[in-house]
C-alpha cells in the first residue's frame, strides 16, 4: 500500500495520507491538531513490520542444574544418587547465574540444597537403622538414647 507520510505541524507525528486526501482535512492521530493535507507530496511506501525480537538463548548450565536438582529431590531415597546430582546441580547452577536464564539456573540450585539436605537426612537414617541391626538375632534391646533413672 502506497501513501504519503505527512508530518503535523504542532507535535511533527507523521500521518499517512492517500493521494486521495490532497486538499482535505486531516486529523493528527497524536494531539488532535486539524490541518490541510498538501497537494503534491512525493509518495513513499509504506514500512513493513519489523520483525520480533528472538527470545534470549537459555543457558544448558542453567536448564542442567534445574534437571539435576529435580532428580536429587526425586531420588533422595538412593541417597548416593541425590549427593552426586545435587552438588553438580550446585555447581552448574552457579555457571548458570551469569547467563540470561538466571531465575532457572537460581532455581536449580535451589532444588538442588533441598535434595542435598534430603539426600543426607536419609544418609543418617540408614546410618542409625544399620547400627541398631542385631544381625545374630539375639534379641538384645540396644539402651535407649536416654535412659529412665531409677
Do not use: H, N, Y
Not at 542409625?128 to 542385631?134: H, R, V
Request: charged share 15%; aromatic share 8%; proline share 12%.
Amino acid at each position: 500500500m502506497t501513501g504519503r507520510l505527512v508530518p503535523c505541524p504542532r507535535c511533527g507525528a507523521e500521518q499517512l495520507t492517500e493521494p486521495a486526501d490532497a486538499g482535505r482535512t486531516i486529523i493528527c492521530w497524536a494531539c488532535g491538531e486539524r490541518f490541510p493535507a498538501p497537494g503534491r507530496v512525493p509518495t513513499v511506501r509504506r514500512r513493513r513490520p519489523t520483525r520480533r525480537p528472538r527470545p534470549a538463548p537459555v543457558s544448558a548450565a542453567a536448564v542442567l542444574s534445574f534437571v539435576l536438582g529435580v532428580l536429587s529431590c526425586v531420588l533422595f531415597c538412593v541417597w548416593p544418587v541425590s549427593l552426586a546430582t545435587s552438588v553438580a546441580g550446585l555447581v552448574t547452577g552457579a555457571f548458570g547465574r551469569k547467563t540470561p536464564a538466571r531465575k532457572l539456573a537460581v532455581s536449580g540450585m535451589v532444588l538442588s540444597a533441598v535434595g542435598l539436605i534430603f539426600g543426607v537426612g536419609f544418609l543418617v537414617l540408614t546410618i542409625a537403622g544399620i547400627s541398631l541391626f542385631d544381625p545374630k538375632g539375639t534379641g538384645k534391646v540396644p539402651p535407649p538414647f536416654f535412659p529412665a533413672t531409677p
